[in-house]
Structure formats: C-alpha cells, structure tokens
C-alpha cells in the first residue's frame, strides 16, 4: 500500500497476536472461574507470567542505563555541533515539560481502580537492595555521558561502544517481547478466573487516556505551532506526514522510518540540509510522546495500587519522568522499559505493571507517532520560520 508515494507496509503480526492472545485469555480464564478450576493451576500461570515481567524488568535496567549515556552524548554532540539553533531545542524542550504535565494529569484525575493482589509472594519486583543504587545509577549515567561526549577524538572507541552495546539490549529487548502474547495469557487467565473481569478495566482506562491525550497534544500544540506558518499548514502537514505517522505507529519506533519522513517534509519545501538537521534533533529532543505515556502509565499505575502522592513525590515523580525521556531509545517496547524502570523507582509492586501489557502495541505505536509527530513538526517549523539560519 503506497500513501502519496510513500510506501507503507503495516505489519500487524505482532497486533494480532496481541489482541489473539487477550481474547484467549478473556475466554479461558472466564471458563477456568465459571468451572472452577484448581488454584494450583493459576498460581503456576501467574508465576510463569510474573517470571517473564522480572526478565523485562532485569533487562531493563541496564537498557534504560546505557540509551541513557547513549542519548546523552548525542545531544551534546548535536548541540556543540551547532547543527540545530537553540530556538528548536526550547521548543521541543517547552513541548516535553508540557506532555509530562499533562500525562501526570490526565493519569491522576482519571481515577483509581484498585484490585487487590491475587496471589501471595509475587507482592514486588524483588531486588530491595537494588532500589537504593538505582537512583544513583541513573543520575549518574548522565556526566558518564556528558564525557564520553566531550573527551574528544580519543573517546570514540568509548562512544561507540556505548553506542552498541544500547543497540544490543536494545534489540534484545524486541526479541523478548516477541513471547508477550504467551506472558499476557499466563498473567491474565488466572486473574479473570479470580477476579472476573474487572482486571481488564485499568488497561483498558489506560489505552483510552493514552489514545485520547496523544491525538489530542498533536492536534492542539502542534496544530497551533503549524499555524504559525499559515492557516492552511496543519492541513498541509498532516496530508504529506501522514504515511510517516500510519508507519511509525505499525512499527511502534519513531527512528526507523527517517527516510521517509526526510522526503515527507521534502515534498513539504523543506531544504534537506535543515530537514535531516533539524530531524535528528527532534528525534533526540521531541519525546513528547514518551513523557506524556510515562505520565499517564505512572500515575494509574499508582491509583491502581492505591498509593498515595504528596506534592513531593508528584515532583520526583515530573523529574524522573523528564529524566528517562533522555533516553536515547529507538526500539520497540522503549516506553514500556522505561515504565518497569520508573515503577521499580517508586516502589510498586509488580502487579502494577500487568495493566501496562493489555494493549502495549497500541500504547507504544501512539507514544511513537506522536514522537515522529514532533520531530518533524519541529523540522517544518526550523525551516519555514528562519530557525536554523546562522
């Protein structure tokens, strides 16, 4: 299928999979409660499930730690290399305050829907002594990055080492969540067989607010920065963008499809030298996407578990999110790693993060269009209103 020339090739392997293996679970853990099935045989599909969220939480550490150092270095990198004007920076730096906000928002008010924990023993992620060093890990990651930048020619084998090794774990993580569709089942089946259906309600709250506050932060923020260029540019981008977005969505990561969002804004009048300039910074810098669902997944996450939220852990929570939106990550499931790493900082148990797993190819691919959305409306923008002349 070809979008105004563009060809967009929508693999929907692992979204059918996804949605197979929700309505498997729905059917048979309503048949395992109506029956009556033996506990014995939930709590070992709940523990094969919780099995697999540890791996993904174990492999997320140090995949969110290293596209941390990774992201770091390229921004500064891209921004002593004067590639892309100060002006592009603030915006998409306003643009991310702004999404993490509201998907703070957007997940408090939003409400609770507390399930208490089925099963005894698996209450948490485990590792209590790795909770303290986390933190540090993570700060730290950032002057690791910062010198690995700026330590000159003699650090190259450092950077690109860095480099690889946040590309293996990375791709490791997408082989991993190639067994989701099994994970969900042994994590559902058992909880609906107990619970009934009311398991399915924060997942689906989730994906709703997710869906809702992404198309509505394009339509709003950016449709009104587009504006700016005249009243027919929205219009405009949207039409010759719109293959980019159909693409990063089915593919669920906004840096894959560079080339094809290059000739999009091409078509567009944008001057390839300030499109691929103005493209990379956004990519790094236009997380939008990853703040807003970071927000939104967070605060549910904590309804969901009936945490309280003080002022002050609001405001640790806005600075941790704006902090993994530094990572560099350009896979499939990078939010979704994110998340696991955001909810270990808090403190949740590990059933908070089954909610996240309901519809995680809808959740990642809008948090991805969304990225791709900013990148290059920020490139539109660099071009039409003088931003990158010197």
């Known amino acids: 299928m070809q979008i105004r020339g563009i060809p967009v090739n929508i693999k929907l392997n692992n979204t ?13 853990g309503l048949i395992l409660g109506v029956a009556g099935g033996g506990r014995g045989l939930n709590l070992m ?15 997320a550490v140090p995949l969110v730690l290293l596209n941390l150092i990774s992201g770091v270095m390229l921004r500064l990198h891209i921004w002593f290399d004067n590639s892309s004007p100060a002006r592009l920076w603030l915006f998409h730096g306003i643009a ?10 957007a997940g408090t008010i939003t409400g609770s829907s507390q399930i208490p924990a089925a099963f005894a023993g698996f209450t948490d992620f485990g590792l209590r002594w790795f909770r303290t060093l986390l933190p540090w890990m993570l700060m730290l990651s ?15 084998e450092a950077r690109r080492l860095f480099r690889s090794l946040a590309d293996v774990f990375a791709f490791a993580g997408t082989l991993l969540l190639q067994f989701l569709p099994v994970a969900l089942f042994c994590l559902l089946c058992p909880l609906i067989a107990l619970r009934g ?15 809702f506050c992404c198309v509505a932060y394009g339509a709003l923020v950016y449709g009104y920065q587009l504006r700016h260029c005249g009243k027919d540019c929205p219009a405009h981008f949207l039409r010759n963008f719109k293959p980019v977005l159909f693409q990063t969505f089915s593919v669920c990561s906004s840096g894959s499809k560079e080339g094809d969002a290059l000739r999009s804004l091409k078509r567009m009048g944008v001057t390839e030298e300030t499109g691929s300039a103005a493209w990379s910074c956004g990519k790094l810098a236009g997380k939008t996407g990853t703040t807003l669902y970071l927000g939104i997944a967070c605060m549910l996450a904590v309804r969901y578990v009936g945490m309280p939220v003080s002022l002050i852990s609001a405001i640790l929570i806005f600075a941790w999110i704006l902090l993994l939106s530094l990572a560099g990550t350009r896979y499939r499931g990078s939010g979704l790693y994110c998340v696991l790493v955001l909810l270990f900082l808090l403190g949740l148990p590990l059933r ?19 990225n791709a959305a900013a990148a290059g409306t920020g490139a539109y923008l660099a071009d039409k209103l003088g931003w990158m002349k010197k």
């Open 16 to 28: 059918v999979l996804m949605i197979a293996s929700l309505i498997v679970s729905v059917l048979a």
């Open 45 to 59: 599909l709940y523990a094969v499930g919780m099995a697999y969220l540890k791996l993904l939480f174990l492999l």
């Open 142 to 156: 950032l002057p690791i990055g910062a010198a690995a930048a700026k330590i000159g020619p003699e650090g190259e």
């Open 96 to 105: 991310v305050v702004g999404a993490a906000v509201l998907g703070m928002a």
């Open 197 to 211: 259906l009311t398991v399915l309600w924060p997942g689906v709250k989730l994906a709703v607010v997710t869906s």
């Open 352 to 370: 908070a993060a089954v909610p996240l797993l309901l519809f995680e190819w809808l959740l990642d691919g809008m948090r991805s269009s969304l």
